[in-house]
């Protein structure tokens, strides 16, 4: 039984907190980068998480957060692949001899964390064992901080850390990606995709559209990739606010935006040469 249940209050903060997260725009290249490197690193981690039933993705964004991605080290923990791990949990994986793949090692830690038993991947029930597999300190003892394990580089986290193991500081920064970062910035790359339930999509199906119009914003907001507006940053935002819509807040009405604004009603923005 987990410390901390995963309620419907629960599952609602996680589910706000994913569609009004932006990403610092100072850290925007290397959520890029590190994102782009998961993506490309998709097959690898398919083909422990399919037979497992868990998404290539979540083990992408755990491996980045444990190891950084190397391929050289447990994804338990970061300890080198050439013996068991030393650090906690010690001894990993029990059976097999070193050295060990990153696959059999992978598959170890997953299990071991139960997530092959795990059935709910929808966004809240994802970040919530995002947050899990780190731990609920921040949860219990710092509640007016959010885990930058997931929302550091992002407008849901200054400030506020574990410095070591039990040691606190208020104005220790995070220099290390969170995971809700990641996967945002997947789902605006349109790599993941989501239904209207939140359940994952294969990214070769399309995301359903909806007849529901965005009227007010239609004669406002007309298509520019090139040319930065307020309202358009603020259609984004609305857009953002509907089931399986996650858009880079830049502000440009470029072809992102409006295919967006064409799953919402139907059409695309005016001027959109598709349109």
């Not at 309620?7 to 890029?32: H, M, P, S, W």
């Not at 007016?144 to 410095?163: A, C, E, I, M």
């Not at 359940?199 to 007849?211: A, D, G, I, N, Q």
Request: glycine share 8%; charged share 20%; proline share 7%.
């Amino acid at each position: 039984m987990p410390a901390i249940p995963l309620t419907q209050k629960l599952r609602d903060e996680y589910q706000r907190l994913f569609d009004t997260c932006i990403i610092n725009a100072a850290r925007a290249g290397v959520v890029d980068k590190l994102s782009g490197t998961i993506e490309q690193n998709r097959n690898r981690y398919a083909a422990v998480g399919d037979p497992l039933g868990i998404p290539w993705y979540f083990i992408g964004v755990i491996h980045n957060m444990e190891c950084s991605q190397n391929f050289n080290l447990h994804l338990h923990n970061g300890d080198k692949l050439t013996a068991r791990t030393v650090h906690v949990p010690a001894g990993r994986p029990k059976t097999g001899k070193p050295p060990f793949t990153w696959e059999e090692s992978a598959t170890d830690s997953l299990k071991l964390k139960g997530l092959d038993k795990w059935t709910d991947w929808t966004i809240p029930a994802t970040l919530y064992k995002l947050e899990e597999y780190n731990g609920f300190g921040y949860r219990r003892f710092h509640p007016d901080v959010l885990t930058p394990y997931l929302w550091s580089f992002t407008n849901q986290y200054r400030s506020g850390k574990y410095v070591a193991d039990g040691k606190w500081s208020q104005s220790a920064v995070s220099q290390q990606c969170g995971a809700a970062a990641l996967l945002r910035r997947m789902a605006e790359h349109g790599t993941i995709q989501f239904n209207v339930e939140g359940h994952p999509l294969p990214t070769s199906v399309p995301v359903p559209e909806s007849v529901d119009p965005l009227a007010a914003f239609e004669p406002l907001v007309v298509y520019g990739p090139k040319v930065k507006s307020a309202l358009a940053e603020t259609l984004q935002k609305a857009l953002n606010l509907f089931p399986g819509i996650f858009l880079k807040v830049d502000g440009f009405a470029g072809k992102d935006t409006s295919d967006a604004f064409r799953k919402v009603t139907g059409h695309y923005l005016k001027g959109d040469p598709r349109a």
